[in-house]
């Protein structure tokens, strides 16, 4: 038990990496003490923080003051409930090999000011799987030099997100995923979208400078689109069968491909 006559509190006895409990009470002149409020606090390192491989034990933050994160090897969120939560100004860097796969949740809490990324050299793939509805968040989140980020029979929404110099393809979706992307951005990109199965709408994203095509829709695909800006892509929209319905579109030349 600790007094202080401050409105803060140093601890001395905290480890990096400690989750602390506190219960704190005010106490006026007359020495009558206020109702209990319960804190928690994590004591985190300053960065570089390596990320080893393996599952998630329980719900983990990174917090901005650990970046950047290294994630070394095949690094997964397991279901049952675990959520791993990004920190606005948290950066995410992936080693050779490394790979992110989300079975539990995932949310990437970036801000206008204050964004999160994700980069990596040699193709990292981040996978969502079987995560179910609010399985992945992503808002102001870049995400750059990957290989694949696949959502499989999961709900993904990006906002405020830009995908950049992926080499293999940007996004993927499949085995019916529900996916929701506003304000984004696709450039330089070998695909920036391949959409296999289930649902995927699309308001006000720019495709640019995608070397093999800006979206490809199979028939499964259930769409919604609104305003798109296209430019100097390969192909703009592939459609493996019409008919495809846009509200409103900008520049944007349809290829459309039938079985």
Known sequence: MAVTELREYLDET???GQKIFYRVYTKDFAENLSPAVELSRVVVKPGPTDVTGGELKEDRVFYSIGSPYIV??????????????IEA??????????????LGSIESLGTKDDGVTF?????????????????????HTFF???????????ESRFEDCRFESCEVGG?????????????SVFGYNKTAIMAYSGGINLDDVEFSHNQEGGITLMSDVSTAIGSLMMK???VDITTESPPLKIKKRL????KNLMR
Not at 89 to 102: H, N, P, Q, T, W
């Open 72 to 85: 070394r090897g095949a690094f997964t969120v397991p279901p049952n409930g675990i959520k791993l939560t």
């Open 171 to 183: 996004l993927k979706s499949n085995q019916n995923s529900s996916i929701s992307i506003k304000n």
């Open 144 to 154: 750059r030099n990957g290989g694949v980020f696949e959502v499989m029979n999961s």
């Open 232 to 234: 100097d892509n390969t």
């Open 119 to 139: 980069k990596g050299k040699g193709g990292y793939n981040i996978t969502l799987a079987d995560t179910g509805a609010g399985g992945g968040l992503f808002q």
């Open 251 to 254: 520049t944007c030349l349809i």
């Open 89 to 102: 100004g948290s950066v995410i860097r992936f080693e050779d090999g490394a790979s992110l796969k989300v």
């Open 14 to 16: 905290v480890s990096f």
